[in-house]
């Protein structure tokens, strides 16, 4: 989808005109935005629970109904986007409304990310891999057709028994990596800062410290935040060893996730400098990424120079 129709997609949401939702099992239901927006369809199947899966949350008509509770996750249909970091969340949220009522999970078209989210919800259910949760969906609902990037994320989801933390390498990387197509579309289409995505709140805090800065010696890098890589060789998220020790051998080079510290300027590139004493410490670029001088480069980039501090 191009960048001009998700402009219009947040100035003026269209709702598609059939009401379309199928029943995956008992309390749980899966459709598109009308269905979603259908009060008598909400009463016809008893919702307690809707989980919106969208650009937009829901209208106040919707949000007013008493009795109602919701979950919103604001993400596009594409590729490099983050559904992976809320399935746990929306685990919980499902399960809860099975118990009490019946849910409604939806995206626009109810096709890819609300799909994809049921698919994760019926993996830890039932303790199934991705695709026997995609034939129990499918044999519901037979045109649900997650992107090929959320389908690399239900993977990861079941090859890591459901469990995320920020102390995985290929789970730091892949957080970092999830907001490029952010980032450029609210460049191109809303002109937008990047001062909003930050990790501080990702970062485990016992977190033994990395990096500090040479100059004044205050602690710049957790090794929680650091996205390590092997010289010449580009890391990859979804490759099962980047887990390994083995991987991380350069040392011309470090890549971190952003802190709130590098992202408080209103810049889409620039230095970096230690919060403290103000030295430069490398830079960062949130569009074309940053090189490592052994070839590696990494969008978005967050670069550290190792002479500039000490580790």
């Not at 952010?182 to 800062?193: I, M």
């Not at 100059?215 to 010289?231: A, G, T």
């Not at 020790?245 to 810049?267: A, H, Q, R």
Request: charged letters at 25%; glycine letters at 4%.
């Amino acid at each position: 989808m191009e960048v001009e129709n998700y402009t219009k997609r947040e100035s003026v949401p269209l709702i598609p005109v059939t009401n379309d939702y199928s029943k995956i099992e008992e309390g749980l239901f899966l459709g598109n935005l009308q269905a979603a927006t259908n009060v008598d369809t909400l009463k016809l199947l008893q919702i307690s629970h809707i989980v919106t899966v969208e650009l937009n949350p829901l209208p106040p008509a919707i949000y007013n109904i008493p009795g109602l509770q919701f979950m919103y996750v604001n993400v596009y249909d594409m590729a490099n986007e983050d559904l992976l970091s809320h399935f746990p969340k929306v685990n919980e949220f499902i399960s809860d409304g099975q118990e009490k009522g019946n849910v409604l999970v939806h995206c626009y078209h109810g096709v890819s990310r609300s799909a994809c989210i049921v698919v994760a919800y019926l993996m830890k259910k039932y303790d199934i891999d991705v695709d026997s949760a995609l034939e129990r969906v499918k044999t519901k609902r037979n045109d649900i057709k997650p992107n090929s990037g959320f389908i690399c994320q239900l993977h990861y989801f079941r090859n890591f028994d459901f469990l995320l933390s920020i102390k995985n390498p290929s789970y730091r990387l892949f957080r970092l990596i999830s907001t490029k197509a952010r980032e450029q579309l609210k460049k191109k289409a809303f002109n937008g800062h990047t001062s909003d995505i930050i990790f501080e709140n990702f970062l485990v805090k016992d977190s033994t410290p990395y990096a500090k800065c040479r100059s004044c010696r205050v602690v710049l890098l957790y090794e929680d935040s650091v996205i390590l890589h092997r010289k010449g060789e580009m890391p990859k998220w979804n490759c099962p060893k980047y887990n390994k020790d083995e991987i991380f051998s350069c040392k011309l080079g470090i890549f971190s996730l952003p802190y709130k510290w590098m992202t408080d300027i209103n810049d889409l590139q620039g230095k970096l400098r230690c919060y403290n004493c103000s030295q430069k410490i490398g830079s960062f670029n949130w569009i074309e990424g940053h090189a490592c001088p052994c070839s590696v480069a990494i969008t978005p980039g967050f670069f550290i120079t190792p002479s500039k501090v000490d580790l």
